[in-house]
């Protein structure tokens, strides 16, 4: 399996700020994916982070509001862009090797947004 | 989006039961997930179970699919307190590359 790190683990911000979360793996992977886990909810996907091109958005998510890179094969980050305390949520980078294996996550980012 | 419901959202039993979890899902699927997560932490992985698989075994752990009915039951034996935990379903469709989720049940093992 994957080692999939994240940064911040936890960040508070203040509304109309942006935050921009790290997910680096340990190994190169083929698919990386971002998800959102509002509070008490299950995980919501947001997109799927290509590598060297944009990103793939689930329907009610937007790139303005979540611009997504994805540089090589290890790493990609998501901005979390002019927030407000509905975006508070855990946000969460995944990883899998092949469409027919096992899916990975890394240990999440916290977000409060005062 | 959410593509199928886990039954019951929250299941409460003692220490040494077993505990049984059922997922519903909507669509064909390539395969199923199941994780753990503790009290607002990452998830872990559990198993995968294939579509063209009926049954899957991990340690306490026994998963069963019935992609008839599209549904997949996870059953927990001799459970621990540390079992305390969500647990969610997750399925890749048929044809596509995205993971989606159930929406999790939670359990307590009481000491």
């Known amino acids: 399996s994957a080692v999939i790190s994240q940064k911040p683990s936890r960040d508070i911000c203040q509304r109309g700020t942006s935050l921009t979360i790290q997910c680096q793996v340990d190994?190169?992977?083929?698919?990386m994916f971002w998800y959102r886990q509002q509070p008490g909810q299950s995980l919501t996907l947001i997109a799927t982070a290509n590598q060297g091109s944009e990103a793939t958005y689930e329907s009610g998510f937007v790139i303005d509001k979540f611009p997504i890179s994805r540089p090589n094969l290890t790493f990609s980050t998501l901005t979390v862009s002019n927030m407000s305390p509905e975006d508070s949520s855990i946000y969460l980078c995944s990883v899998r090797t092949s469409a027919y294996n096992e899916q990975f996550f890394g240990p999440g980012t916290r977000l409060t947004v005062l | 989006s959410q593509q199928g419901e886990e039954d019951p959202q929250a299941l409460s039993i003692q220490e040494g039961e077993n505990a049984t979890m059922n997922c519903s899902y909507k669509t064909s699927i390539n395969n199923l997930q199941w994780y753990r997560q503790n009290s607002g932490r990452g998830l872990v992985h559990l198993i995968l179970i294939r579509s063209n698989e009926r049954e899957k075994h991990s340690g306490r752990l026994r998963v069963t699919l019935d992609t008839s009915k599209k549904s997949s039951s996870l059953l927990i034996t001799a459970s621990r307190a540390a079992d305390t935990a969500s647990y969610f379903c997750?399925?890749?469709?048929?044809?596509?590359?995205?993971?989606?989720f159930g929406t999790g049940t939670r359990l307590t093992v009481i000491p």
């Open positions: 997750a399925t890749v469709q048929t044809g596509a590359n995205n993971l989606f």
């Open positions: 190994s190169q992977v083929t698919m």
